[in-house]
T-cell receptor, first 112, second 115 residues
């Protein structure tokens, strides 16, 4: 497949539990953030985004929290399913508004 | 929409050979990005285009790497000559520059192995 075996932090959860994936970003001036999911053999796929004028945004089973004070993002997945197993990346948009800088990623493993 | 299309999906070549990776962005998108993903460095931006014009190539590792976008529906990333350390997965992504929408759509990637 096209995903690489990155030496990533791994979060292992039981099916049905909630998952929380954390990310620290570097640029205090960043005003747009995205969470991506990368499944084995595929490219990263958009999950949810948030702008800096918000501290929380909800999607279907996912919630992103933004704490600008400590430059921290989190992705919460409710009722985690085996299909959620993937590598999750946070990304921040640069000041010019065109380039994304990706974090190192977290591998989520869901145990049935 | 078929999404971002990349070819080939897998490429195995020998050191010193020229490698050309191809990308067709989503129709109507005016930004195109080339990324490289490795175990050591994660996902790195190599270069991006806006309206077919290269805007920032500061991520291109060496002069052996070059990228072109002759029209709105096609881009290439070329490595000449290739080296084993170029082995990685190369992703192409595209986005629309419409205000407030910055989501990048990624292709499936090309896994390059240089022997």
């Amino acid at each position: 497949g096209e995903s690489v075996g990155l030496h990533l932090p791994t979060l292992s959860v039981q099916e049905g539990d909630n998952s929380i994936i954390n990310c620290a970003y570097s640029n205090s001036a960043s005003d747009y953030f995205i969470w991506y999911k990368q499944e084995s053999g595929k490219g990263p796929q958009f999950i949810i985004d948030i702008r800096s004028n918000m501290d929380k945004r909800q999607g279907q089973r996912v919630t992103v929290l933004l704490n600008k004070t400590v430059k921290h993002l989190s992705l919460q997945i409710a009722a985690t399913q085996p299909g959620d197993s993937a590598v999750y990346f946070c990304a921040e948009l640069n000041n010019a508004g065109n380039m994304l800088t990706f974090g190192g990623g977290t591998r989520l493993m869901v145990k049935p | 929409d078929a999404g971002v299309i990349q070819s080939p999906r897998h490429e195995v070549t020998e050191m010193g050979q020229e490698v050309t990776l191809r990308c067709k962005p989503i129709s109507g998108h005016d930004y195109l990005f080339w990324y490289r993903q490795t175990m050591m460095r994660g996902l790195e931006l190599l270069i991006y285009f806006n309206n077919n014009v290269p805007i920032d190539d500061s991520g291109m590792p060496e002069d052996r790497f070059s990228a072109k976008m002759p029209n709105a529906s096609f881009s290439t990333l070329k490595i000449q000559p290739s080296e084993p350390r170029d082995s990685a997965v190369y992703f192409c992504a595209s986005s629309s520059g419409l205000a407030g929408r910055n989501e990048q759509f990624f292709g499936p990637g090309t896994r390059l192995t240089v022997l």
